[in-house]
Structures are given as structure tokens and as C-alpha cells.
């Protein structure tokens, strides 16, 4: 949550308006992905349970309902979590971002800025080092990422690549 936005913007939003409105590069999305992070939803059909990347695929029908988020769950266990990012700068938007969580037989990998939303992938839990490289070739492989003045697609696949194998890496390592 720190890595969010800047300082202002952290105090002034809450994480609920940050999912609602997620941005293809937002770290803490991203983060709250890889978490295993659900919403509390509050319709006028009453409470209901969603999974965040269920929410995501499916929020504008979600939120037609209308509905208001009263919670969001991350469950509390033990996890490996990393968090990469590349931007111009520390403190700017990242350009690129990959967020992966691994416990037990699940790892979680989300990459932002490489689509029109944060990109989710469920990968096997028992990723050894030399099979890192092949599961993140094909990840990047089904990327379609555009380009813009902060990044061409190419360099955007390219800088998926580095910083999946990154947090894999990372999250592999400190395995639970």
C-alpha cells in the first residue's frame, strides 16, 4: 500500500475506490491479487462475497447492480510476496509492474501495464529455478501490450519478462 500512488493521493482515496476504478498499472491491485484478496459487496439483494479477480473481470455489471464495497478480505497466512516495478522515476506510475505470492501449492503472478487491465495468472506451485524462465515465456507470450510515449510494446514485453522472473525468483525462494 505504501508503494500506491503518492503520498497525497494515499490519503486521500480508499482501497475500495482504488479497485473500482484500477488503473492497468496499479500496484496495489496487483498486490491485493496476488494476496487472494475477496469483497464484501452490499446490493440491495443484501451481502455477497466476491473474489478480486472475479470483481475485476466483471465490474462494471457488478457495479450496475449498484452495489458498494463494505470490506475487502485478504487472508491471513503465511505467504512469499514481491512486488518489481519500472518507471522514469521512484516515485512515478510504474510502466511496468509484476506482483507474485506463492504458499504452499499456489503461486499467483499479476502484471500491470502490459494491457487494458492488471493481468492475472494462477501458475503451478512447484516452480523449480530452470522452470521459471519457460512459465514466464509463455506468460509474456500472450501478452498484447500497446505502446505509448513512456514505453513501446516491445520494451513493455520485455520488461514483463525481467520482472516476472524477478518476483518468481524471489517468491520461490522464500516459498512457505
Known amino acids: 500500500a505504501h508503494r500506491w500512488r503518492g503520498n497525497v493521493q494515499r490519503n486521500r482515496a480508499t482501497?475500495?475506490?482504488?479497485?473500482?476504478?484500477?488503473?492497468?498499472?496499479?500496484?496495489?491491485?496487483?498486490?491485493?491479487?496476488?494476496?487472494?484478496?475477496?469483497?464484501?459487496?452490499?446490493?440491495?439483494?443484501?451481502?455477497?462475497?466476491?473474489?478480486?479477480?472475479?470483481?475485476?473481470?466483471?465490474?462494471?455489471?457488478?457495479?450496475?447492480?449498484?452495489?458498494?464495497?463494505?470490506?475487502?478480505?485478504?487472508?491471513?497466512?503465511?505467504?512469499?510476496c514481491a512486488l518489481e516495478t519500472v518507471a522514469r522515476t521512484p516515485t512515478d506510475t510504474p510502466i511496468v509492474l509484476a506482483a507474485a505470492c506463492a504458499h504452499g501449492t499456489e503461486v499467483r503472478l499479476a502484471l500491470g501495464g502490459v494491457g487494458a487491465s492488471v493481468a492475472f495468472y494462477a501458475l503451478p506451485g512447484s516452480l523449480a529455478a530452470d522452470a521459471i524462465g519457460p512459465v514466464v515465456d509463455d506468460v509474456v507470450a500472450s501478452l498484447d501490450p500497446a505502446g505509448d510515449f513512456r514505453g513501446s510494446a516491445e520494451y513493455r514485453r520485455a520488461m514483463a519478462r525481467v520482472l516476472s522472473v524477478r518476483v518468481l525468483t524471489s517468491v520461490m525462494q522464500g516459498a512457505i
Do not use: C, M
Open 15 to 80: 482501497i475500495g475506490g482504488a479497485v473500482v476504478a484500477a488503473a492497468k498499472d496499479d500496484a496495489l491491485v496487483a498486490a491485493l491479487l496476488v494476496a487472494g484478496a475477496s469483497l464484501t459487496l452490499q446490493a440491495p439483494a443484501g451481502l455477497r462475497q466476491v473474489a478480486l479477480v472475479d470483481f475485476l473481470h466483471n465490474r462494471t455489471t457488478i457495479l450496475a447492480e449498484p452495489a458498494v464495497i463494505t470490506q475487502i478480505v485478504i487472508p491471513l497466512r503465511s505467504a512469499a
